[in-house]
């Protein structure tokens, strides 16, 4: 007997993992626009705190951060909007592949701002995100074919019946 049998989880649904997913994002959202107006002063603090020159940091990393920020925060609505459309069981919509590239033109920007920091204030761990953010971009890309293929699939469908 597997460890598996007999559980079954509902996925797409406003009660099921999707549903839980998207209250989870909503306040991701809302704690991110939180975060985004109280960057000013967060970030001032944080650096003290950190005994880091603020001067030299704070302006380049407040400009970074807010324009990184606003990319995320279109990221994390569009996926919003991506559950709520699943979870009514309706996927493969036009409005889908809108959010797929809106979510893959703010990946890749992000991106860019990270490559910008690259020269400036170089990590590993900046390295390995701007991978992350051009992957994920590419992906939504690829992704948003697939819906739009989908799509024309299904009306074609639709009008052979």
Known sequence: ME???GFEMIILD???FSGIVKHILDLIFIGGIGI???????LKWYLDSMYIQTSENYYFLLGFLFVTGIF????????????????????????NVKSLNYIAISCLSIAVCYIIKIFFYNSFLTIIVTMVFIIAGFFSIILA?????????????????
């Open 3 to 5: 460890f598996w049998e």
């Open 72 to 95: 995320a925060l279109v990221v994390v609505n569009e996926i919003r909007k991506l559950l709520k459309n699943l979870n009514k069981k309706n996927p493969f919509i036009m409005d």
């Open 145 to 161: 074919e697939v819906f739009t293929q989908a799509i024309i699939y299904k009306e074609e469908n639709e009008l052979t019946i």
């Open 36 to 42: 985004l107006l109280s960057l000013p002063i967060s």
């Open 14 to 16: 406003q009660k099921g």
